[in-house]
């Protein structure tokens, strides 16, 4: 797959999506990477809750930029989220996304300690599949 960026992957010159690592791909080089849920995570830990339930605790790639995919509008100094931590079964089903204002991250660092920050928040019970955020 060619995942030279064009044109068509940018709108307003912002990038449409970015890879794990948070570097802008084109739209065909995201859409094969979607749907891989392995190949987008950057941090996974299994987290025992107060109740004795393990949920798995993932923060991956968002792949697409809503806003700038979105078709705008896009304000000034937009940022786009690149990574978010989400809740999941031991059987990696999918449950939950975590609120976007406390578990959405525009950088690497952000997404690691944030990753960190929401385990322990699944580990004492403020966080859990019925909110709590």
């Known amino acids: 797959m060619n995942d030279k960026i064009v044109?068509?992957?940018?709108f307003?010159?912002?990038p449409l999506a970015y890879d794990k690592t948070?570097?802008?791909?084109?739209?065909?080089?995201?859409a094969a990477l979607l749907p891989d849920?392995?190949?987008r995570t950057v941090e996974i830990d299994d987290v025992r809750t107060p109740t004795?339930?393990?949920l798995r605790v993932r923060t991956v790639a968002a792949v697409f930029d809503d806003v700038v995919a979105g078709g705008g509008p896009v304000p000034d100094g937009h940022e786009p989220v690149k990574w978010q931590s989400l809740l999941q079964d031991t059987e990696d089903r999918f449950l939950r996304l975590l609120d976007p204002r406390r578990f959405a991250?525009?950088?690497m660092t952000e997404a690691l300690e944030g990753h960190r920050r929401?385990?322990?928040a699944v580990r004492d019970g403020s966080v859990?599949?019925?909110g709590g955020e």
């Open 105 to 107: 991250y525009r950088r």
């Open 12 to 14: 307003l010159g912002l």
């Open 128 to 130: 859990g599949l019925h």
């Open 22 to 30: 948070g570097k802008p791909i084109s739209v065909p080089a995201a």
């Open 52 to 54: 004795g339930t393990v």
């Open 37 to 39: 849920m392995n190949a």
């Open 118 to 120: 929401a385990v322990a």
């Open 7 to 10: 044109d068509s992957d940018a």
